[in-house]
């Protein structure tokens, strides 16, 4: 691992076993013409595998401590400092390539924003493939009715097609978490177009899920959809958030839609 070590404030924690690295790099099977980006990629263990393959991978690290041993290990890495929740991503679009394909360790205290940040530019992603904590990749997949089941698993059911890979032990790590973690493949879908109702979709999804152990009726009364009258939506808002579906959530979001459009601001 050299000198530099993980820093927890940036999340970190290096994968260092050449057989998980090798399974990631199946899993992604990168193409030479992709257009490849890496979150956080360290110290490059996973980095260089798909940079022998793939010339165009863009590299984004928020460390600078690492950056010159990046590019001293991996000449000619396309390599930015910055942080990627703040990148725009339709900039990195290179006009002959296909949709972004990203991947990357990620910090998993930060899971959730990059999900969400991906989920407002589904159209130009193809597929994320990430190193997850496992209990976040459960519910990523969890069905209703079951205990896991929340608000990623819903946005992600409508925005993508999720599966959990395989489950990683802490030992493969440096520092060793004190948590299992997981590989997750998500596969945008590429027919939802309508982006003012995805982005509705997703903060009424929010909204329901509010006040977990309440209500449909006393959750969205809390939230930024309480003047709405939700007579006749056709949902039974005595029903908790986690016992409805997909298909009931954006029902619900189509019924928001039409009443807002009464009342325009």
Known sequence: MGNIKPLKRFGQNYLKDRNIVDKIVKEISPLPNENIIEIGPGLGILTKEIFQINKNLLAVEIDKRVIETLKESIPGLNLINQDFLKLDLFTL????????RIFGNIPYNLTSPILFKLIENTQIINDAIFMVQYEVARRMITPKGI???????????????????????????????????????????????????NKLFVSVVKSCFGNRRKTLKNSLNNSIFRTINFEGSGIDFSLRAEQLDTSDFVKLTKFVQKELSKNPE
């Open 93 to 100: 679009l290179k006009e002959s390539q296909s949709r972004l």
């Open 147 to 197: 205990k896991d089941y929340g608000i990623l698993s819903v946005v992600l059911d409508y925005f993508s097609t999720v599966n959990l890979c395989f489950k990683v032990s802490p030992h493969v790590f440096f520092p060793k978490p004190k948590i299992y973690s997981a590989l997750v493949h998500i596969r945008f879908k590429t027919d939802l177009d309508d982006k003012p109702f």
